[in-house]
């Protein structure tokens, strides 16, 4: 039983015919044609089955949030979400040292500070392991969800510390 798509479902007020309608729609709308939707597969969800595309769980998020007036997340449906944690294929992350070069520029942009500080800085940016990892998390995790799901916006104890972390690079 997925106990948050029922929730959400009742919520929104719209019968599984109809919720199957504006998902199929929507669906069609963004190019996915061959998602074909009825009561039947709605009962499923409700039963627990998860759906087969990441894109369809991200519309259903979508019809529900639109119908709730509230933004809903795939996990806030009882949903999976699509994009799991992984260890990353090396070409996927080519772009980190563009990305910390670019961060390394603007910083001295910003913060003018004199050049010996800024090969330091450059030196922990751009070859650091803090930095890489939390890339990677930022582009192919998943942020940690609060306790409250009512609560926005949705900030996690991941996102503090990527915080944490930018804020000491520039202090340095």
Known sequence: MNGGFAHWLEASGLNKKEFARRVQARAHTKGLTHVSTAASR??????????????????????????????????????????????????????????????????????????????????????????LDAVEHIALGQPTLVPDLFSLPRIGALHVAQIEQTTNAFRR
């Open 42 to 131: 709605v009962r499923g969800w409700l039963a627990g089955q998860q759906p087969t595309e990441p894109e369809v769980a991200q519309i259903i998020a979508d019809v529900l949030s639109e119908a709730c007036r509230r933004p809903l997340t795939i996990e806030d449906i009882g949903f999976r979400a699509s994009v799991a944690r992984r260890r990353s294929d090396p070409a996927e992350l080519a772009v980190i040292p563009g990305l910390a070069e670019t961060l390394s520029s603007q910083s001295r942009t910003d913060l003018i500070v004199t050049s010996r500080d800024v090969r330091a800085e450059e030196a922990d940016i751009a070859s650091g392991d803090a930095l």
